[in-house]
C-alpha cells in the first residue's frame, strides 16, 4: 500500500521566476515553477544539469530570493524564510576540528537551545543512523557514507518540518548509496518529514518518493508530476518489478524528450 500524507501544504510555490547576470547576459534559471509538497510527503526532483534543481532549493530555504512569484511555508507566504527548513546539500560540510557528536549538535547549539539536551537527543539516535561508538571521532576518520549519515542526521536534529537533500548520495559508490537509499526511507517512514530530494538517478527518484518531479532544461519549470504508487515499505526487488518498469519507462521519456 502506498503513503497516504496528510493532504496540507508543507510547501507551494506559485509561478516562481528566477533569472541571474552571468557575465553580463541575463539567464532565466527558473521560469513558471508552480508546486505543492503535501505535510509527510516524500518528493523527488529530476532534470537535465543545469535546470534550475538547486536554484529552487535555495529559494524554498530563503538563501536567495525569487524575481516574482511566492513560497509558502505551512500555507503562509514567508519572506524570512532562513532557518525554518532543513538544507543538505551533496557535501556533508562537516567542520573537521570537530568530533562527530558536535557536529551533530551544530544547529541546535547555533539556534541557543540547551546543549546538554541536543547533545543526549543525538546520543539517542546514534543507532537509527549507524553512528554509534564513533561520536568522538573526527569526519576525517569516516566512510563517505557514514558522513553522510552525520549530515542527514544533523539536518534532522535542526527540527525542522521541512528538510531539502541536494543529491546527498551522489557522490556515493553504487553499493553505498543503495543502502543508504534504503536506510533513509526507514528513517523518513519513522519520523515523516516532508522531503525535497533532489537526484539525477531515475532509479534512486522512483524508489524513494511518493511523487517525482521532472524539470524542463532551461529555464526550469516543472513538466510531469508522476505518483509512485509502488507499496511502503519498499524492497529492493522492486526494482525489477512491471511496475517500476513501467514508471521508470515514463520518466526516460519526459526527460529524453527535453
Known sequence: MSSCPDTVSEIELH??????????????????????????????????????????????????????????????????RTGM????????????????????ILGPEIAGSDRKAARQEAESLLPLFGLQGFEHSYPATLSGGMRQRAALLRTFLCRRNVMLLDEPFGALDALTRRDL???LTEVWERFRQTILFVTHDVDEALY???????????????????????????????????EFMTLKGELLASLEAG
Open 181 to 183: 537509499q534504503q536506510w
Open 15 to 80: 509561478e516562481v521566476y528566477k533569472a541571474f547576470r552571468v557575465n553580463g547576459t541575463i539567464v532565466t534559471a527558473l521560469a513558471g515553477v508552480n508546486l505543492a509538497a503535501a505535510r509527510g510527503e516524500f518528493i523527488t526532483l529530476i532534470g537535465p544539469s543545469g535546470c534550475g534543481k538547486s536554484t529552487l532549493l535555495n529559494i524554498i530555504c530563503g538563501l536567495i530570493e525569487p524575481d516574482s512569484g511566492e513560497v509558502l511555508l505551512d500555507g503562509q507566504p514567508v519572506r524570512q
Open 85 to 104: 527548513v532543513g538544507y543538505m546539500l551533496q557535501k556533508d560540510l562537516l567542520l573537521p576540528w570537530r568530533k562527530v557528536l558536535d557536529n551533530l
Open 208 to 242: 524513494l518518493a511518493d511523487r517525482v518531479c521532472v524539470m524542463t532544461p532551461r529555464p526550469g519549470r516543472i513538466k510531469l508530476e508522476l505518483h509512485v504508487p509502488l507499496r511502503r515499505p519498499r524492497q529492493r526487488d522492486m526494482l525489477s518489478s512491471n
